[in-house]
């Protein structure tokens, strides 16, 4: 996101006449930030990059310091596609092989994630209940820690951002078995998605979004969305990005709402069953 951000920068600076300052601000899942907007001015001048978070805070989170209607979404700049990747010495080369052998020893293999609550940890818990397999989830600080256990095969899955795994994936060390995306990748064109493979609710990408006050003029709310998604839509930036694991998409305000919804009603049923809370 911090990358994202700063790569965006320069070009909508350009197109607005205006400097921009890129703030990071991390910690509490984003919440830190998003209470920070919250409170600011509706004047157009502090906007807010969202990630997969922006979706599902709100049913992790109870006691939260701001309102998601404190915030209207502009537009969804990319999608980060995921994938279900597995160690090659498991002895499993489809997705019907990994969920027979999970079944065959419920509870005794466990998947890792980049914390609780995260887009990728979800997706993990959307994929137990769609197979109906019994996975222990390890939540990580980190994503190389994952990548490192799984190389070990101390764990035997996880789902993570192409970037992530890459280089793993085609040396042969990872094996891909579902892809969460709408349609193949050409760079991994033997690499099925999870619809095709028999599980099209399961879903986790690590999307990035732009997000301004509530209360904005329309005139400058309009003004900032389409600056922004003209800008990571430049040829250059899309080749920049795609290298980063992001497929660019560039959404419209009412894209990006409809988006937002159907992934809370996507995650609120995994995430009331599996009791998932960050508060």
């Not at 701001?66 to 010495?89: N, Q």
């Not at 329309?218 to 992001?246: K, N, S």
Request: glycine share 8%.
């Amino acid at each position: 996101m911090d990358i994202l951000s700063r790569l965006l920068a320069p070009i909508v600076s350009e197109s607005l006449g205006q400097p921009i300052v890129v703030e990071n601000r991390p910690g509490a899942t984003g919440t830190l930030t998003m209470a920070a907007v919250a409170s600011a001015p509706a004047d157009g001048y502090t906007l807010m990059f969202t990630g997969s978070s922006y979706a599902t805070i709100a049913l992790l989170m109870r006691n939260l310091p701001f309102s998601m209607d404190d915030f209207v979404p502009l537009s969804r700049l990319t999608l980060g596609p995921t994938l279900l990747a597995v160690p090659s010495g498991l002895g499993v080369k489809t997705m019907a092989e990994f969920v027979a052998a999970a079944k065959a020893q419920p509870g005794k293999w466990s998947f890792g994630s980049s914390g609780t609550g995260t887009s990728v940890h979800l997706g993990g818990e959307l994929f137990k209940m769609a197979a109906g397999v019994d996975l222990a989830h390890v939540p990580y600080r980190a994503t190389p820690a994952i990548v490192t256990d799984l190389l070990e095969a101390r764990i035997q899955m996880s789902v993570l951002g192409v970037a992530d795994c890459r280089q793993y994936l085609h040396s042969g060390q990872l094996r891909g078995l579902a892809l969460s995306h709408s349609e193949r990748m050409p760079e991994f064109p033997d690499l099925p998605t999870f619809a095709e493979v028999g599980y099209p609710d399961v879903s986790a990408s690590n999307d990035f979004g732009i997000a301004i006050r509530a209360g904005t003029p329309a005139p400058i709310q309009a003004r900032i969305e389409e600056v922004y998604r003209a800008a990571v839509q430049r040829p250059e930036m899309v080749q920049r990005l795609a290298d980063m694991g992001l497929i660019v998409v560039g959404t419209s305000s009412a894209e990006f709402k409809r988006a937002l919804a159907a992934d809370a009603a996507r995650y609120a049923e995994v995430i009331r069953v599996a009791n998932i809370k960050l508060d």
